[in-house]
């Protein structure tokens, strides 16, 4: 089975939209609303974050997603880090309450220059990451910052993004779940068919191109 992650971000702007995209888009897939519509969205199955704490201003729990119906958590998004501080302590501490609630961590991991040639960078923070947790349970994305859409969106060919499912591979002992991220859409998903799935960003928040795409996995 291959997976489909559609990652909402911070879209779309009313619960109204959210209902009608929901409804055209829910089927077969992972979608991670942002948070506050997740208790209107009945079978949405993902979140966006979650927080470690048990009094922190704002965050969400992983037992009040579990009760809206969540089964996976986006973790350690690069957006994240790159703008709002979160660390690799943050991330491990999260991938830490959501396994012990019984989630699926989807986990992000990428380089963040083209340039850089360095897949032991990826391999060595996948190892810090997970390190002592049971990484059969995590589901893994392989997605460079600069092929998201948002930060340029140069997609990579396919050989590329293999190494950088490999560096992942490399840092955890288990044959663990790669999925593929950074501009997917109906024109490039077919690149990207070696790996276990897709995390969607912009082209999720359209109806035929969320089809296009399922149709191809
Ligand atoms: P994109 O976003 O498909 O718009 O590049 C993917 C992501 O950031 O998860």
């Given at each position: 089975m291959r997976y489909l992650v559609l990652n909402w971000k911070m879209n779309p702007s009313t619960l109204k939209e959210a209902k009608a995209l929901f409804r055209k888009t829910k089927k077969g897939a992972i979608v991670c609303p942002p948070s506050i519509y997740l208790g209107h969205l009945k079978g949405c199955?993902?979140?966006q974050d979650v927080s470690w704490g048990d009094s922190y201003t704002g965050e969400i729990a992983p037992k009040m997603l579990k009760d809206m119906g969540c089964k996976y958590v986006l973790v350690g998004h690069s957006e994240r880090s790159r703008y709002l501080g979160e660390t690799?302590?943050?991330?491990?501490k999260k991938l830490r309450v959501i396994l012990e609630e019984g989630l699926t961590p989807i986990?992000?991991?990428?380089?963040?220059?083209?340039?850089?040639?360095?897949?032991?960078?990826?391999?060595?923070?996948?190892?810090?990451?997970?390190?002592?947790?049971?990484?059969?349970k995590i589901i893994f994305v392989y997605e460079p910052v600069w092929?998201?859409?948002t930060e340029g969106g140069d997609s990579p060919a396919s050989e590329e993004a293999l190494r950088g499912r490999d560096a992942i591979l490399a840092g955890v002992d288990k044959d663990v779940r790669v999925l593929y991220g950074g501009?997917?859409?109906?024109?490039?998903?077919?690149?990207?068919?070696?790996?276990?799935?897709?995390?969607?960003?912009r082209a999720s928040l359209d109806p035929k191109e969320v089809r296009k795409i399922a149709k191809q996995l």
């Open positions: 199955l993902g979140a690799e302590d943050m991330v491990s986990l992000f991991v990428g380089d963040e220059s083209r340039k850089s040639d360095d897949d032991g960078l990826i391999t060595d923070k996948v190892r810090r990451l997970v390190s002592g947790l049971d990484t059969e092929a998201i859409s501009s997917v859409d109906s024109k490039t998903v077919n690149r990207y068919l070696e790996f276990d799935g897709v995390v969607v960003g």
